[in-house]
């Protein structure tokens, strides 16, 4: 159980263009999911909190209107990355919380989407 | 403000026992965890610790919690080849919903 997945696995776009990933819960309904990003050889950065049916929460320093995302189900978060940049070429990994399981509070990690902007 | 340390590095060999140490800063955490990150993929959540529970362990996997000196240790016992990955040490503060993680240890096996 508790299985995220994400799509697409792998993308590459030309500078400007717009890609968006999505954040699947497969068994299991999240009315929050997190956005991440993972610089080569560091840790994984907060970019936004996610929750369902409401506006996303972003982190300072992270431009609300460059990573759209939109959380219109319990199973499902999209992050848009608009007019993309090769500096947004990163390692996208979101999570997404059980909402069943509020006493262990347990994030489970989709397994990333690799961002390549030419 | 929340910290979480970690050493970059760990070397060990087959069939030994490894162990993954972390300090945190903030005393109000609440649960505190191990995911592991292979090449290439997403992180999986190995284990998790509650803020009130000094040990714990699951088959090869065993989490040591000092609250006082707000340390948390990961051992894995008779570490295999399929054990090499990057281990993440991480803590959610009480009232929350972030997770704080470290920057990751890079466990390497060595033959």
């Known amino acids: 159980g508790a299985v995220v997945s994400q799509h697409p696995s792998r993308v590459i776009c030309k500078s400007g263009t717009s890609v968006k990933i999505e954040c699947r819960s497969l068994d299991f309904q999240a009315t929050t999911m997190f956005w991440y990003r993972q610089f080569p050889k560091q840790s994984l950065m907060l970019m936004a909190t996610s929750n369902e049916g409401s506006k996303a929460t972003y982190e300072q320093g992270v431009e609300k209107d460059k990573f759209l995302i939109n959380h219109a189900s319990l199973t499902l978060s999209t992050l848009t990355v608009t007019s993309a940049h090769p500096e947004d070429s990163s390692f996208y990994i979101c999570?997404?919380?059980?909402?069943?399981?509020?006493?262990?509070?347990?994030?489970?990690f989709g397994p990333g989407t690799r961002l390549t902007v030419l | 403000g929340e910290d979480v340390e970690q050493s970059l590095f760990l070397s060990v060999r087959e069939g030994d026992s490894s162990v993954i140490n972390c300090t945190y800063t903030?005393?109000?955490?609440?649960?505190l965890y191990w995911y592991k990150q292979e090449p290439g993929a997403g992180l999986q959540l190995l284990t998790y610790i509650f803020s009130n529970m000094d040990m714990k362990q699951d088959q090869r996997l065993t989490v040591l919690l000092n609250k006082k000196d707000k340390h948390l240790s990961l051992r894995i016992a008779d570490t295999q080849t399929g054990d090499s990955a990057i281990y993440f040490c991480?803590?959610?503060?009480?009232?929350?919903?972030?997770?704080?993680f470290g920057k990751g240890t890079r466990l390497h096996i060595l033959p």
């Open positions: 999570s997404a919380r059980d909402s069943q399981r509020f006493y262990t509070d347990t994030q489970y």
């Open positions: 903030d005393s109000s955490s609440t649960y």
């Open positions: 991480a803590e959610r503060p009480y009232r929350d919903d972030k997770i704080i």
